[in-house]
Nanobody
Framework: QVQLVESGGGLVQAGGSLRLSCAAS????????MGWFRQAPGKEREFVAA????????YYTDSVKGRFTISRDNAKNMVYLQMNSLKPEDTAIYYC????????????????WGQGTQVTVSS
């Protein structure tokens, strides 16, 4: 089992920044690809970003490329999502995910999910 706890969400004005953090505990963190999904009100969950087990590969949905950066610290069992130039359409609950497969994670069928953290961007 892997437990994931997100933090760092909040209310920010458009153009601002937030940094989400995800603390992982349980099995060996470095064995897992990590990522972020989000779900806006009335919409399905969508992939945001993913990072391979060693940080060597990163993936982003087109709408966040150039604005969001995913990173990880395997020594601290942490994954981060730096979000810059936020837009009102980024408003959503953001979920941290872990899976042994980056492909599964990006498809949203990851084994482990956090409870989510709310991000609200005001216009």
């Amino acid at each position: 089992q892997v437990q994931l706890v997100e933090s760092g969400g909040g209310l920010v004005q458009a153009g601002g920044s937030l940094r989400l953090s995800c603390a992982a505990s349980g099995r060996t963190f470095s064995n897992y690809a990590m990522g972020w999904f989000r779900q806006a009100p009335g919409k399905e969950r969508e992939f945001v970003a993913a990072i391979s087990w060693n940080g060597g590969s990163t993936y982003y949905t087109d709408s966040v490329k150039g604005r969001f950066t995913i990173s990880r610290d395997n020594a601290k069992n942490m994954v981060y999502l730096q979000m810059n130039s936020l837009k009102p359409e980024d408003t959503a609950i953001y979920y941290c995910l872990a899976d042994g497969s980056t492909l599964r994670l990006r498809a949203g069928v990851a084994d482990y999910w956090g409870q989510g953290t709310q991000v609200t961007v005001s216009s």
